[in-house]
């Protein structure tokens, strides 16, 4: 890892004060509970449900069996957990110098390290062998991929070495969409790519704005989010551009999946106002006034989560 020992060293000085803390304590079992689910990440888990499910209606045309859907998001969730648990292990030195992650149950010493990767280890073989038997050997590979993208590819790799990690690395939360997609059909098919490709590019103006927001927590961990390392006008242009690719590519589902009026209107309404908000951002910073990244990055959650809605509802509409 490209992290400085002396890092290291504090880090793990702080968190075994806090664990001496924490286990003189001896917290409940409903504290102890929380923490777990903590390390799973649980807004990510909704970002989950809204990009799975809706591909699952869009595959089958309709409603799938409510038990495939229980079934492939219940693996989808320990996927994603898994993957949340992994990284959070792997960051831990670096968590405990940031404040926005300065609280999570490793660095507060509420899970201990060996547990935590226990806990990661279990749900990775969980969903797996879960998506295999419940939904398909496809399903259950491409589950398995995503971990792997996301624990050793973007979290060991390209996180503390490249600005461009979340680009590339943003390519394992693009994987439930494929996910859904085969746990209906079996198969793949463009529906489903010209989805990943809209989550692609529309990870990194979703995550830009709130690497501003932490620039100086990244900084000092030496951690080069584009954030962290480009000025305001610079981060604003890169978040404009990707924006209105993800809105064209959103409109590439049109002809493809054969979609109606409801999504079609929805692309363009919504899609509209994302970029509006993306180049409100880039015109605060052109003028030299104070930029308010938030708005980017709660905006681009909105935006997935409607468009995703107007996948779901339709397939469901008769026109």
Not at 8 to 14: S, V
Request: with cysteine; proline share 5%; charged share 10%.
């Amino acid at each position: 890892m490209d992290i400085t020992t002396t890092m290291q060293g504090g880090a793990t000085r702080k968190g075994a004060a806090s664990a001496e803390v924490r286990t003189a304590s001896r917290p409940g079992f409903g504290r102890t509970l929380k923490a777990y689910v903590a390390l799973t990440k649980p807004r990510v888990l909704e970002l989950l449900l809204v990009t799975t499910v809706p591909v699952m209606i869009l595959a089958q045309g309709g409603m799938p069996s409510l038990w495939l859907v229980v079934a492939t998001v219940i693996g989808g969730a320990m996927s994603a957990g898994s993957a949340a648990a992994f990284n959070m292990y792997l960051d831990r030195d670096i968590d405990a110098h940031m404040h926005r992650t300065e609280n999570r149950p490793i660095v507060t010493g509420e899970v201990s390290p060996r547990a935590a990767l226990i806990f990661a280890w279990t749900l990775a073989v969980l969903s797996t062998v879960w998506l295999a038997l419940t939904t398909n050997l496809l399903a259950a590979s491409l589950s398995a991929v995503a971990i792997f993208f996301y624990v050793v590819i973007y979290t060991m790799i390209l996180k503390r070495r490249t600005e461009q990690n979340i680009v590339w690395g943003g390519i394992a939360g693009c994987f439930p969409v494929l996910i859904g997609w085969t746990a209906v059909t079996g198969s793949l098919a463009w529906p489903p790519f010209i989805l990943f490709l809209l989550v692609f590019l529309w990870t990194p103006p979703h995550y830009w704005p709130l690497s501003m927001k932490y620039k100086d927590d990244y900084q000092d961990v030496d951690v080069p989010m584009l954030g962290a390392t480009r000025d305001g006008l610079q981060v604003g242009l890169q978040v404009i551009l990707y924006a209105w690719a993800t809105v064209a590519s959103s409109l590439l589902l049109v002809p493809v999946a054969s979609m109606g009026l409801v999504y079609t209107v929805s692309a363009v309404v919504f899609g509209g106002w994302f970029i509006v908000e993306a180049h409100v951002l880039y015109n605060r910073a052109a003028r030299g006034e104070q930029i308010k990244p938030m708005r980017v990055f709660h905006a681009s959650i909105t935006y997935l989560t409607l468009l995703f809605l107007a996948i779901a509802i339709d397939p469901l509409l008769p026109f």
